[in-house]
């Protein structure tokens, strides 16, 4: 059974930084996408980036781009979100998601790509 848990969420100051984690048991994805999602109050839940685990490449949303970086560590099994100059339309739950197919940046950033998911982290950005 794959289990996806994240941490590192918190309450940080607008123009702050915050490093998610998330770590997975259960099998291996080497061959496929592993993302990130956010949902904010009275939103629904958007894609904010993406790993392909074996080769590296990366998508990003127009709205976190040059802000957050996405990475995973093989040997430990997680996948992590570098989040820098933060604001206030940030603050979300964010998911990590595990299992999708590589493909375009369209199709890597849909929900109903991924098969696996975690129970989120909140990230409340203060002004």
């Known amino acids: 059974q794959v289990q996806l848990v994240e941490s590192g969420g918190g309450l940080v100051p607008a123009g702050g930084s915050l490093r998610l984690s998330c770590a997975f048991s259960?099998?291996?994805?080497?061959?496929?996408?592993m993302g990130w999602f956010r949902q904010a109050p009275g939103k629904e839940r958007e894609f904010v980036a993406a790993v392909h685990w074996s080769r590296g490449d990366t998508y990003y949303s127009d709205s976190v781009k040059g802000r957050f970086t996405i990475s995973r560590d093989d040997a430990m099994n997680a996948v992590y979100l570098q989040m820098s100059s933060l604001k206030i339309d940030d603050t979300a739950a964010y998911y990590c998601?595990?299992?999708?197919?590589?493909?375009?940046?369209?199709?890597?950033?849909?929900?109903?790509?991924?098969?696996?998911w975690g129970q989120g982290t909140r990230v409340t950005v203060s002004s």
């Open positions: 998601a595990a299992g999708g197919t590589w493909g375009p940046a369209w199709y890597v950033a849909k929900e109903t790509n991924y098969n696996n």
């Open positions: 259960g099998r291996t994805f080497s061959d496929y996408a």
